[in-house]
């Protein structure tokens, strides 16, 4: 069955540093998000993406975060100059029937 | 003001009782209705979509149903098992295909 990959599994940062989270979604589809869920709370969206460009985003997108389908395969979430607030596991999903990856850990200490 | 609503937000029960868990949306506008499952510390797992044109979706011992007049969902879970044990999800998809979610029904089924 055809799923969504998210790399890496867990990552450590510093503060201030920049990640790039990396998703493959399933081959056909065209539509692309990425939503994050800090620890005990609820899962919360981020951006969505179509035609290669962002079709919606949230109050929680800011500067600091960018997204690209680099190759027309991998999609990915960039947060420029990390904060310790930035913990949470960022999922990736794809389609209009949401398939989720099994997310990133992301801490930054 | 919560956009989308799940009730009961805890429920521990015994093995094999039959369980019914409730979702409920402030703006009754939605596009198509599906139910996630999530372990702890894990991804989302889709069980059931009722697409815009239906009312209801089974699988297995899972049967969802969706009234969009009222904006209102429930999942029942016939013959609950220990494995049944997770957050259960029923964001909300307006028609932009994002995902609103609530804070979901924590299950725990008892051995």
């Known amino acids: 069955e055809p799923e969504v990959t998210q790399t890496p599994s867990h990552q450590v940062t510093q503060m201030g540093q920049e990640v790039i989270l990396r998703c493959v979604p399933i081959?056909?589809?065209?539509?692309f998000y990425w939503y994050r869920q800090i620890l005990g709370q609820k899962v919360e969206f981020l951006v969505s993406?179509?035609?290669?460009?962002?079709?919606?985003k949230s109050e929680i997108f800011d500067d600091q975060f960018s997204v690209e389908r680099p190759d027309g395969s991998n999609f990915t979430l960039k947060i420029r100059s990390t904060k310790l607030e930035d913990s949470a596991m960022y999922f990736c999903?794809?389609?209009?029937?949401?398939?989720f990856g099994q997310g990133t850990r992301l801490t930054v200490v | 003001k919560q956009e989308v609503t799940q009730i009961p937000a805890a429920l521990s029960v015994p093995e094999g009782e039959n369980l019914v868990l409730n979702c409920s949306f402030t703006d009754s506008a939605i596009y198509n209705l599906q139910w996630f499952r999530q372990d702890p510390g894990k991804g989302l797992t889709s069980l059931l979509l009722i697409q815009s044109s239906q009312r209801e979706q089974t699988s297995g011992r899972l049967n969802a149903s969706l009234d969009k007049s009222s904006g209102r969902s429930t999942l029942y879970i016939a013959a609950s098992q220990p494995g049944d044990s997770a957050t259960y999800l029923c964001p909300r998809n307006g028609g932009t295909y994002k995902y609103i979610f609530g804070t979901g029904t924590r299950l725990k089924v008892l051995a």
């Open positions: 999903a794809s389609d209009t029937e949401a398939f």
């Open positions: 081959s056909n589809h065209l539509y």
């Open positions: 993406f179509y035609n290669n460009e962002i079709s919606e």
